[in-house]
C-alpha cells in the first residue's frame, strides 16, 4: 500500500531554514508527480509545490516562490522541500501528496518562531 | 481568498442528502479535472472523488461528483454521523501554473 512518511519539522527562527523530506513506498515513485500541501492552523490546503516524476519541472505557489525549493531523488523514493528565510505565516502542518494529488501524508509540523 | 469558491458550512441530518459547491473560471475549473478531498480534523486529506465524477477503490457509492461550466458539485447521500469532516475541492490551474484549493466546508450531520 502506498505510503507517504514526512520528517524534518520543528521550531525555527524567522530567517533561517529547514528542509522537509517525504519518504514514499508502495508504489513506483520514479513515474509520479508529488506535491507538497501545507495547512496554517485552523485554516484551509494551501498548495505549496509540485515537482514531475523525473524532476525536470517544477511549480510554486507564489507565496512560495523565491524561498522554497522542491526536489526528489528517485534512487531513494524521497522528495524534499527546502525552505529558506522563513516567516511566521509559514507555520503550518505541511504534507506531501502523490500524483493528481491522491495519497497524502499525516504531514509534519514547522513552527516558525523566536 | 481561495481561487475556487465553496460555502463555508452545510448540514443536514442523518439519512439525507447534501451537495457541496465548488466555483472557479475557465483556467481551472472549465479545463481541468476536479478533485475532492474530505478532512476528518486532525488527520490527512482522503481522496474522494477525482477526474470530476470517479471514486477510488473504498469510497462507497454515497459519495458523488459533477461538473458543469466552470463549477463542481460533491454530492453525500445517506449522510452518517462518520460524514462529519472537511470537504475541499481543488483542481490545476493553468494562468497560474498552480494547484489550487476551494476554501474547504464544514459538513454537519445534525
Known amino acids: 500500500q502506498v505510503q507517504l512518511v514526512e520528517s524534518g519539522g520543528g521550531v525555527v527562527q524567522p530567517g533561517r531554514s529547514l528542509r522537509l523530506s517525504c519518504a514514499a513506498s508502495?508504489?513506483?515513485?520514479?513515474?509520479?508527480?508529488m506535491h507538497w500541501v501545507r495547512q496554517a492552523p485552523g485554516k484551509g490546503l494551501e498548495w505549496v509545490a509540485v515537482i514531475s516524476y523525473d524532476g525536470s519541472n517544477k511549480y510554486y505557489a507564489d507565496s512560495v516562490k523565491g524561498r522554497f525549493t522542491i526536489s526528489r531523488d528517485n534512487s531513494k523514493n524521497t522528495v524534499y522541500l527546502q525552505m529558506n528565510s522563513l516567516r511566521a505565516e509559514d507555520t503550518a502542518i505541511y504534507y506531501c501528496?502523490?500524483?493528481?494529488?491522491?495519497?497524502w501524508g499525516q504531514g509534519t509540523l514547522v513552527t516558525v518562531s523566536s | 481568498q481561495s481561487v475556487l469558491t465553496q460555502p463555508p458550512s452545510v448540514s443536514a441530518a442523518p439519512g439525507q442528502k447534501v451537495t457541496i459547491s465548488c466555483s472557479g473560471s475557465s483556467s481551472n475549473i472549465g479545463n481541468h479535472y476536479v478533485s475532492w478531498y474530505q478532512q476528518v480534523p486532525g488527520t490527512a486529506p482522503k481522496l474522494l472523488v477525482y477526474d470530476n465524477n470517479d471514486r477510488p477503490s473504498g469510497i462507497p457509492g454515497r459519495f458523488s461528483g459533477s461538473r458543469s461550466g466552470t463549477s463542481a458539485t460533491l454530492g453525500i447521500t445517506g449522510l452518517q454521523t462518520g460524514d462529519e469532516a472537511d470537504y475541499y475541492c481543488?483542481?490545476?490551474?493553468?494562468?497560474?501554473?498552480?494547484?489550487?484549493f476551494g476554501g474547504g466546508t464544514k459538513l454537519t450531520v445534525l
Open positions: 508502495g508504489f513506483t515513485f520514479s513515474s509520479y508527480g
Open positions: 481543488g483542481t490545476w490551474d493553468s494562468s497560474l501554473s498552480a494547484v489550487v
Open positions: 501528496a502523490k500524483g493528481g494529488p491522491d495519497y
